[in-house]
């Protein structure tokens, strides 16, 4: 039996920037963190010889080609694993478009896993790649790399993606008591609305020509806020999510509605500086920045919706347990 666990993410500015369409024209950038939820994927080999896995859903078969769930599919071809494995996930959050991460969170924690069953030591730069293969390459997912490389590496980031195709993953190296005090203030409610990301980020990368100035805003929000952070500066945090909010509302139909409006338009009447939706947009999870004397007249005001505390993590996707330790421990070497 071998677990892996590996980190949901929040994307605080940057997002759409990771696009290739974008990024090749130039760069783009990201300011993220893995936050203190994770996914769980577990490998084991059966005795049986059929492929079992247990997710949302459990399917039994004979070979890999029988196999519906499109990640899990790809990550054994790309593995070339073919014989009786066993396959179950878990999760803090549930992954139905809360705007975390999960998906990518997941297939990362699925490939960390599967080459640990198949006793290579890997590093996150390989698991990255192969996760952004796979879901952009090999499912055409409309989406960019930053969650695979956040749910890869973990901590807070400043990542880069370069004309090449190239990836540079930065630790902002802010003094821990300013790290200790934006995550004091950022408050996450759960809207309770569910949508389907890959609608919303279609739209998103089909504007792209039409949004360049309002992404390479956005862009420069995340560089700023990268250095306004690294010198302990949280001050302009929640101007900074309202102004990146304000732009991200326009890259496409559906990044809002009516009702993501009145609770972003009540917490800032309640004494929220600014937030954002998380994720691609249109439900899922809602972030705010607020001082903390004012965080009790937030929460009654956004009463109806349930809120979650995170926390900021340090560490990326990794082996928490494995029964064949000589295989592969510590198989995974730090960044």
């Known amino acids: 039996m071998i677990i892996a666990r590996t980190p949901l993410r929040v994307s605080f500015f940057g997002g759409g920037t990771d696009f290739q369409d974008y990024y090749k024209r130039g760069y783009g950038s990201v300011l993220s963190t893995s936050i203190d939820k994770y996914v769980y994927v ?46 179950g996930s878990i999760a803090d959050v549930h992954s139905n478009g809360t705007g975390l991460g999960s998906s990518s969170s997941f297939l990362i924690g699925v490939l960390n896993a599967l080459h640990c069953y198949k006793g290579n030591r890997i590093d996150k730069e390989r698991l990255a790649k192969d996760a952004c293969h796979i879901e952009i390459n090999m499912l055409n997912e409309p989406i960019g790399k930053q969650d695979q ?13 370069n004309k090449d195709d190239s990836v540079s993953v930065e630790d902002v190296n802010a003094p821990p008591e300013a790290l200790s005090d934006l995550s004091s203030k950022l408050m996450f409610f759960y809207t309770g609305i569910s949508r389907k990301s890959s609608q919303v980020l279609k739209g998103q990368k089909e504007n792209i020509d039409k949004r360049l100035e309002v992404l390479d805003s956005m862009r420069s929000i995340a560089e700023r806020m990268r250095h306004e952070i690294s010198r302990g500066r949280v001050e302009e945090f929640g101007e900074a999510l309202n102004e990146s ?68 993590s340090r560490g990326g996707t990794e082996i928490v347990y494995n029964d064949e330790m000589e295989k592969c421990n510590n198989h995974m070497p730090k960044n």
């Open 42 to 87: 577990m490998v084991n080999r059966r005795f049986e010889e059929k492929i079992r896995l247990n997710y949302r859903m459990t399917e039994l078969v004979d070979s890999v080609e029988e196999i519906t769930h499109p990640t899990i599919k790809e990550a054994l071809r790309l593995l070339d694993i073919q014989d009786s494995t066993e396959i």
């Open 149 to 161: 490389y956040i749910a890869s590496y973990g901590g807070f980031r400043f990542i880069r993606f």
């Open 245 to 312: 909010w304000q732009a991200k509302r326009s890259l496409a139909e559906g990044v809002s509605n009516d009702i993501i409006d009145s609770y972003y338009k009540k917490a800032i009447d309640a004494g929220a500086v600014g937030g954002k939706v998380l994720g691609a947009g249109g439900g899922g999870f809602l972030m705010f920045y607020c001082d903390e004397e004012k965080q009790d007249s937030v929460k009654k005001a956004l009463s109806e919706m349930r809120e979650v505390r995170f926390g900021f």
